[in-house]
């Protein structure tokens, strides 16, 4: 049997170190946001509506008929509610047992509410 002695001294220390960055990275990926990934829908007029969140923060915003600039996200409920700014007006996102719901509030007009599918 071919018995190979410890690693000692800088090997050692990196081997401990590149274990625990993998745990650390695994447990970060086990608790993503709940709404994690890419939403789609349409409202009850057909307009497509898509948001693409990561770690709780808008990548993008498709409203409109074009993806629109976003102001910072306000993660609430532990990351299954976001609301976020538009030039337009605000937004909220929230996680239901369906998928998601987006509300819309667009100056001078009523909020319109969409109900979003995980893409």
Not at 38 to 48: F, N, S, V
Not at 68 to 78: H, M, N, P
Request: zero cysteines.
């Amino acid at each position: 049997m071919n018995a190979k002695p410890p690693i000692r001294g800088r090997r050692s220390a990196l081997a401990v170190f590149a274990t625990a960055f993998a745990a650390t990275v695994g447990f970060a990926h086990a608790a993503e946001s709940p709404l994690e990934g890419e939403w789609g829908g349409l409202d009850a007029r057909g307009a497509t509506a898509q948001v693409m969140v990561t770690s709780s923060k808008i990548l993008g915003f498709f409203w409109g008929g074009d993806y629109r600039e976003t102001g910072s996200a306000k993660v609430y409920d532990g990351g299954a509610r976001i609301e976020f700014t538009f030039a337009r007006g605000a937004a909220s996102l929230i996680k239901t047992a369906a998928g998601a719901r987006l509300t819309i509030r667009e100056v001078g007009r009523s909020p319109n509410p969409i109900d979003l599918k995980k893409d």
